[in-house]
């Protein structure tokens, strides 16, 4: 079965940064994307990043562009989420995923397969 458990997300003030942490189990890591996602209070979910097995590329939104960095670990089955510069609107509740889609151009088009119970980011002054 996959498994996708993250951590470190927390209470931050406007400015600062956070590193997520997602360990995954249960299918070969290496060789699948994983995303990031992210759902605020009252709105839809919000694809944020991609770490694409095999190539290491990455992807992200238009709203993180510049800010959040992906990275990932194939030896310990691990993808990361650097936050920084955080802003109130980056308020939500942060989930990793595995994701089928795919790359075309610049722009990820994201298949999301299964995705973890997610780790809540706060930030507020």
């Known amino acids: 079965d996959v498994t996708l458990t993250e951590s470190g997300g927390g209470l931050v003030q406007p400015g600062e940064s956070l590193r997520l942490s997602c360990v995954a189990s249960?299918?070969?890591?290496?060789?699948?994307?994983m995303s990031w996602l992210r759902q605020a209070p009252g709105k839809e979910v919000e694809w944020v990043a991609v770490?694409?097995?095999?190539?290491?590329?990455?992807y992200y939104a238009d709203s993180v562009k510049g800010r959040f960095t992906v990275s990932r670990d194939n030896g310990n089955n691990t993808v990361y989420l650097q936050l920084n510069s955080l802003k109130p609107e980056d308020t939500a509740m942060y989930y990793c995923?595995?994701?089928?889609?795919?790359?075309?151009?610049?722009?990820?088009?994201?298949?999301?397969?299964?995705r973890g119970q997610g780790t809540q980011v706060t930030v507020s002054s």
């Open positions: 770490s694409v097995g095999g190539s290491g590329s990455t």
């Open positions: 995923a595995k994701d089928s889609g795919h790359g075309f151009g610049r722009v990820w088009y994201n298949k999301i397969d299964n």
């Open positions: 249960g299918f070969t890591f290496s060789m699948n994307a």
